[in-house]
């Protein structure tokens, strides 16, 4: 029986034909099967979960990244910016190996799920936040080799709370938990949650500290989130986060703004003199204002006219006392 030709074949035949020229007939067996296409799977590394919930996953703790990011600037009184890096699955044993020693190793309860999570913040921002925190605002702040200090221990446990407190609320939508500090180890090859061949999924942050940055690390192992890994699903993300950033943002908005501190400064009168007066000023002398001692105070907000005043005593101490609100003035 003579060979039947492809469809392949029949159009580089087609093609031959057209410029004039032949290729080269490669021969394939009678009976060949059909080509599939093959992808690589490595049974030492399973991917247990799939990319859709890695996408949500990454979607949830995005929106942690915002909140804890935003808590962290008020509390430090400086622009700290968070960002998701990486989130990917690895080995328990892979995780670990590819962190520093010493470092501020967290681990997690998860109530009510099961098994515990690890949160890593490495030495290379931690130790900038702690210097901030003391009162430093050194560029070049020294990163010691060594565990944190007691004293440093609890600092770091002051951020720490900011970032369990965002992480429930970012997980709110998916699951009611409440993310709890069980344990911290500055040495995390001491530390055997799940077998070292369990699959875990690591996300990576990026914490920037002005010219300083470092990274954080949550690891979820599989088997924390094995029950409610189907609510991991794309769409019932997308539902979540559309839902979320029209009921929360409002609310966290304001939440943020009544803790924002103000400048509020109370201005008794203003007046002008020369420099030759200014200079022969001593103790006692009496600078004559621009206006009665009957007339009100005038408090400014963030160098704006916001209220109206007179001055006060209460309990021995000097106030000031809110007559009304100023008339609007520029600056």
């Not at 247990?48 to 703790?61: A, F, N, P, T, W």
């Not at 993310?179 to 996300?203: G, K, R, Y």
């Not at 963030?302 to 520029?330: L, P, S, Y």
Request: proline share 5%; with cysteine; net charge neutral.
């Amino acid at each position: 029986m003579a060979d039947v030709l492809d469809q392949s074949e029949v159009d580089a035949l087609l093609a031959a034909a057209s410029t004039g020229t032949m290729p080269e007939r490669r021969a394939q067996p009678r009976n060949a099967a059909p080509r599939r296409d093959i992808a690589v799977y490595d049974f030492k590394r399973p991917e247990r979960v799939s990319k859709d919930q890695m996408r949500s996953l990454e979607g949830i703790h995005d929106a942690f990244a915002r909140n804890f990011g935003a808590s962290l600037s008020g509390f430090l009184r400086t622009i700290i910016e968070t960002r998701v890096a990486v989130c990917e699955q690895l080995t328990y044993s892979e995780f670990i190996r590819s962190l520093p020693s010493p470092t501020c190793f967290n681990l997690l309860n998860v109530s009510p799920l099961s098994g515990q999570m690890c949160l890593e913040i490495s030495p290379l921002i931690i130790y900038p936040i702690i210097d901030r925190l003391l009162g430093g605002n050194s560029p070049e702040t020294y990163i010691p080799q060594r565990a944190l200090t007691n004293i440093e221990h609890r600092l770091v446990a002051r951020i720490t709370e900011r970032a369990l407190s965002s992480l429930t609320e970012a997980w709110a939508q998916l699951v009611e938990v409440k993310f709890e500090l069980a344990e911290t180890e500055s040495n995390p090859q001491l530390v055997q949650i799940v077998a070292p061949n369990e699959v875990v999924v690591v996300i990576g942050f990026e914490i920037k500290l002005g010219a300083r940055s470092g990274t954080m690390s949550l690891c979820i192992p599989f088997n924390v989130i094995e029950p409610v890994i189907q609510k991991l699903a794309t769409q019932a993300w997308v539902a979540y986060s559309q839902r979320a950033r029209h009921d929360g943002n409002r609310e966290l908005l304001e939440k943020r703004l009544r803790v924002a501190a103000v400048e509020v400064r109370a201005v008794l009168g203003v007046t002008k003199i020369t420099v030759n007066d200014l200079f022969s000023m001593s103790p006692g002398d009496i600078l004559r204002l621009d206006k009665p001692v009957s007339s009100d105070v005038l408090l400014r907000v963030e160098g704006r006219d916001k209220f109206t005043g007179r001055i006060a005593q209460r309990k021995g101490v000097r106030v000031i006392r809110i007559n009304g609100h100023a008339a609007a003035a520029e600056n």
